[in-house]
């Protein structure tokens, strides 16, 4: 991409990015669309709420049809398998007694009968031979006279059966008044009598017949004879060994109208046919069951539902329709529901139509914002140029090109002025803004097609550089650099140079992701700074320091979990005033500098000096502080907050952070803690660093009632000229001196006069590293009030002082420590 040509105001040229794409707004949808959409939409809703409602009308009266067909189904099936087993009632009565009489069977009979009345008849037909005939037919005369063997010749009457080899006439039968006709009945030619029984005989079970007409019946009415077969008591089932077979005649009609007797039949129409067989269907019964014709708004589905069973070797279908008005489809329902749909959409049509043209303007102005938005979204407010958020996109498109082609060459520079803070501090933000605004444009007009520039915030520029290895990246950061250094800018009367820091990262395959090239470009950029700034600094895997920066963050990621985990300790030292009665009107109370340390994962001790670096570097100290002194309230007890004066380190960091002010009144006060017992130690060097904060930092603290000492004073420059614009209680000498007392006399002069100036001032002083009974004596000779050291005491977890007992003050007297 190029960079934006700026107006003389340095802003973006109107209608385009900073980087020169003109901005789009969305097209505008034709004024009719919407209320054409509607009106399709509410047509198609208005077809579904109607086809739901004939849906659920269909599955209401196609429910109550099923449910009404299978009752009629079933009651059909059940009633033709319980009547037909009936029959096997009558064959085991001759099967378990070998001279049944009538009387027997009529008892039995009857008894069915009165079960099921619509019995047409039950029958014994024993099984004559021929050789047999007379003997039989001499034996039934005793009983009716004129009793024989009867056929039914070829004009329907009834004559004397000719001769064949086995008869099956009737022999038994009742009801006997209405049956008597067909008393030694026994017809040749009727074929379904005769392959029934011949079923019966061969499966040896109960065989059902095909349809026939009776004898005793001159209506022709279809009827079903079921055959029973019984056996001699030798047990042989063939047919010499029959003895004959009970017989149960059964009217279609009487059988189908004894089944349905208790159901409501309104609206079908019952069809019960014969199926046996592949292709061959019979119809044995049908009948209407009359009701009202559907009505105008009624339309009748033609419901059918058929059941299929088997019994005595025959298959039979039951068959149901619905007829009439009772299973008719109900549409007024569907009806109404159409005519309020077909209302609501024109309604909604007309609406829409009505509300389209008055949001149209509404609509234009919140795209027009929208565009603003996304646009403020992903762009720096102040410079045009792109933010972190949009930068970030562009790396991650990039990172994914480079995936796809990974010889394809990108690179990361990201751009940190120099001292910019000095600029803001002594001219103001307006002066910073103006800054910061024409070193985008400078850079801007700088990058090649295709490379894109942004402010990622503050005083931090990042450019993504396509077609750029690592070493043609550091020869265009070079060129930045110059552009900045050589821009001169000026406020008021006041001319200020500028320089700045560049860091380099090469953006390939390997790139985790854009969080750790950011993250490397940042590392590189600050060893950029850290080497004199107005330098470049190219990040690579096996340069040591990168290795040093890898080892760094090491030890942040190490400290913020120690911070997370409360893997911190805090440490005492002892500082014991040196002569009887104290300094300075201070009371004889004990007073400890608090130390830190921290443990790793398996409870080890990490001396300060390891990872404090690290935590200063990288901004971590304000955390750490606020552990420290959160932790030491919160630990102490009562009576250690009243007769102790707890010295508290704090780091340049948070002396700049005037928050941490309202974070320790804030403890105090819900702790009840007495402001006085706290005194915190800040260095030279972090006054210097943050002067006009440290300043307002301690008048707020020493207002409430807190001590402050200034630490290692004497180690700068200008340690003097500091010291008469600050308020503080103590001066603790820098150790350097103090140790170097007894073999130079530099040190021990300088050291002198800085107990001179403190008592001019009066300030009591606390005299570092004293270490042996030499430095001792030196320090007491020269009226130094307070003294600290290995020869008093090492470093000691806070728990054994909060747990000593407490005893009177010790005090150094007479050159001797105390035990």
Known sequence: MTGARWDIDGTPEAGKSAYGRRTHTRPRLPA????????????????????????????????????????????????????????????????????????????????????????????????????????????????????????????????????????????????????????????????????????????????????TSLVQDSGNEPAILVFVPVFQHNGNIHTRGTRGLAEGVFKVHALVTDALAVLRSQGLRITVSDVTGRD??????????????????????????????????????????????RFAYDLR?????????LGLTALATWLVGQMTRRERAVRELADQRATQLDHLSRHDALTGLLNRAGFQQEIELALSRVREEPTRQTSLCLVDLDQFKLINDVCGHEAGDALMRRLARRLSELIDTGDCVARLGGDEFGILLHRHGAEQAREA??????????????????????????????????????????????????????????????????????????????????????????????????????????????????????????????????VPGTFLPAAERYGLMPSIDRWVVGNLIRTIRPHDRKDTLWFVNLSGQTLGDLTFCDFILHTLHHHDMAPESLCFEITETAVI?????????????????????????????????????????????????????????????????????????GISTIAEFVEDERIFREVRELGIDYAQGYLFGRPTPIERYLHRPRGPNLTIIHGHRPS
């Open 280 to 325: 061959s269907r019979e119809t044995l019964h049908t009948r209407t069951f009359e009701d009202d014709p559907p009505a105008w708004y009624q339309w009748s589905g033609g419901q059918h539902l058929a059941h299929v069973w088997s019994t005595g070797g025959r298959t039979y279908s039951a068959a149901v329709a619905a007829t009439g008005a």
């Open 477 to 606: 950061a070079a060129r930045y650099l110059h552009t900045v250094e050589t821009t001169r800018f000026s406020w008021g009367e006041r001319l200020f140079p500028v320089t700045a820091s560049a860091g380099i990262v090469e953006i390939n395959a390997g790139t985790e992701s854009t969080a750790s090239a950011m993250s490397k470009a940042d590392a590189a950029c600050y060893i950029a700074k850290d080497h004199g700034r107005n330098r470049i600094h190219v990040f690579r895997e096996d340069d040591h320091l990168s290795d040093r920066y890898r080892t760094e963050m090491t030890w942040v990621s190490a400290i913020r979990e120690a911070l997370d985990e409360n893997r911190l300790s805090l440490y005492c030292q002892p500082i014991l005033p040196c002569r009887q009665g104290g300094g300075k009107g201070e009371s004889r109370r004990r007073r400890l500098e608090l130390l830190l340390r921290m443990r790793d994962r398996d409870g080890e001790i990490i």
């Open 32 to 211: 009719w669309l919407l209320p054409v959409v509607v009106a399709v939409f509410g047509l198609t809703v208005s077809l579904l709420v109607t086809y739901a409602a004939y849906h659920h009308e269909r599955g209401r009266a196609d429910t109550a049809f099923r449910i009404a067909a299978r009752e009629h189904v079933t009651a059909i099936t059940q009633t033709w398998r319980q009547q037909f087993a009936s029959v096997r009632e009558i064959a085991d009565l001759f099967q378990v007694k070998q001279v049944v009489t009538r009387k027997d069977f009529s008892r039995l009979a009857r008894s069915i009968l009165a079960r099921h009345p619509t019995i047409e008849a039950l029958e014994w037909v024993p099984r004559i031979t021929h050789l047999g005939r007379e003997i039989f037919i001499a034996r039934v005369r005793a009983e009716f006279p004129g009793f024989t063997i009867r056929d039914l010749s070829a004009t329907g009457e009834l004559v004397r059966a000719p001769r064949r080899e086995e008869y099956y006439p009737i022999l038994y039968v009742e009801p006997f008044t209405e049956n008597r006709r067909a008393l030694g009945f026994d017809p040749s030619d009727n074929e379904a009598r005769s392959n029934a029984i011949r079923a019966a005989i061969d499966r040896a079970e109960l065989s059902a017949s095909a349809s």
């Open 689 to 761: 660093s943050n002067h006009a904060t440290a300043r307002t930092f301690i008048q707020r603290l020493r207002s409430v009632g807190c001590r402050f000492a200034l630490d290692d004073f004497g180690s700068g420059m200008a340690s003097f000229s500091y010291l008469k614009e600050l308020e503080v209680d103590f001066l603790k000498i820098d150790g350097g001196f103090v140790r170097g007392m007894p073999n130079d006399r530099l040190d021990r002069a300088v050291t002198g006069a800085i107990q001179r100036l403190a008592r001019e001032l």
């Open 333 to 341: 329902g569907p009806a109404v529901a159409l005519g309020l749909s």
